[in-house]
């Protein structure tokens, strides 16, 4: 099947971007194609303070140069103890911080600074709620005692549902939404929304653990069954408003991957346009793929979609498409997505 689409150039709600040589390698692919970044804080220290947040931005925006003049990183500050809120008002009233970040400590990649409870933080959220800044939450459960694949589900229950009930008018993402709980869990709040990325769109946990484990699609939460996935492809492809692209594009380098304890995240800001595309071009949604790509996040961030546009065409690709990106230190990042991609072309108008 060929096809050619135009949709209003992208925006990605969730990337990690890192920083030094990580960021100079990696944010050229979020900034040839993306509109808005909306950047993760889990640097290591935290992007905890507006000053860090706009000193982080500033680095970001020198990194991708000039050659990507619609790209604007929006910047999210972490959700801690540490968090101040006179801080935190002031530099949402700025422009310079969009959006506080929830982890729960110890859930994923430099997440020990994050929270024991959600609802230890009601009184910051009913700040977020009267100022109109958004909250983003990793949703899923640190108890041992629950089963990996159970953690979304168990959070949303035991903690996202409790703090929705007491602070009804906070905006909330369930951040890269991961099994059908967390499907329903958007469907069911009206303030919330979820970001959905597209290895959780593509890959199922048999991917991810036949005929063995797999690293390079090891990330968190957890890739879930194929039942799981089955529903956030059809609630994605439905073009259901409340469903937007966050790709929680995550680079570490190889060395970590493949360690004796595999890095959580994905790099697939290069192909994760096209993953994703192929998804609607299957599902014969393609009319949706806009919807979801380049304006139901904006709409729920309170953004107009892009005036530029980007064509995608679906056809044989003949050149060999990269595998992995080196950075100066020598590190390599495998792409994700090479695939997919083989079978489209991406470009601006
Ligand atoms: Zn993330």
């Not at 890739?223 to 994605?236: F, L």
Request: glycine share 6%; charged share 20%.
């Amino acid at each position: 099947m060929d096809l050619t689409i135009r949709i209003p150039r992208p925006d990605d709600w969730h990337v990690h971007l890192r920083d030094g040589a990580m960021l100079e390698a990696v944010v050229g692919y979020t900034a040839r194609r993306f509109r808005y970044a909306m950047i993760m804080p889990n640097l290591n220290p935290p992007i905890a303070t507006t000053e860090l947040a706009d000193q982080y931005r500033q680095r970001i925006l020198r990194a991708a140069g000039n050659q990507s003049p619609e790209f604007q990183p929006l910047m999210t500050v972490y959700c801690s103890t540490n968090l101040d809120q006179d801080d935190l008002i002031r530099g949402h009233e700025a422009g310079i911080v969009k959006a506080v970040k929830y982890y729960p400590a110890g859930a994923t990649t430099n997440s020990d600074h994050g929270g024991d409870n959600i609802l230890n933080f009601i009184d910051l959220f009913e700040t977020m709620a009267d100022q109109k800044i958004p909250l983003l939450v990793h949703a899923e459960s640190t108890n041992p005692e629950i089963d990996l694949f159970d953690r979304e589900a168990a959070f949303l229950e035991q903690e996202l549902h409790p703090l929705c009930e007491q602070v009804p008018n906070l905006q909330v993402t369930v951040e890269h939404v991961s099994t059908s709980a967390g499907v329903d869990f958007a469907l069911a709040h009206q303030r919330v929304a979820a970001s959905v990325t597209p290895h959780h769109l593509a890959k199922n946990s048999s991917d991810l653990m036949a005929p063995e484990f797999d690293p390079d699609l090891f990330c968190k939460p957890i890739i879930n069954s194929e039942a799981d996935r089955q529903a956030i492809v059809s609630a994605v492809t439905s073009g259901n408003p409340s469903f937007f692209l966050g790709t929680d594009s995550a680079p570490h380098p190889t060395s970590e991957k493949y360690g004796e304890e595999a890095k959580a995240g994905i790099f697939n800001a290069a192909y994760g346009l096209e993953v994703v595309a192929e998804i609607f071009a299957k599902e014969n949604k393609i009319k949706y793929f806009s919807s979801f790509a380049s304006k139901n996040g904006a709409a729920f961030y309170g953004y107009e979609p892009s005036q530029d546009e980007l064509q995608l065409t679906r056809e044989q690709v003949d050149v060999e498409l990269a595998s992995t990106l080196s950075t100066r230190d020598g590190d390599k990042v495998v792409l994700f997505g090479r695939d997919e991609a083989s079978h489209w072309t991406v470009s601006p108008i």
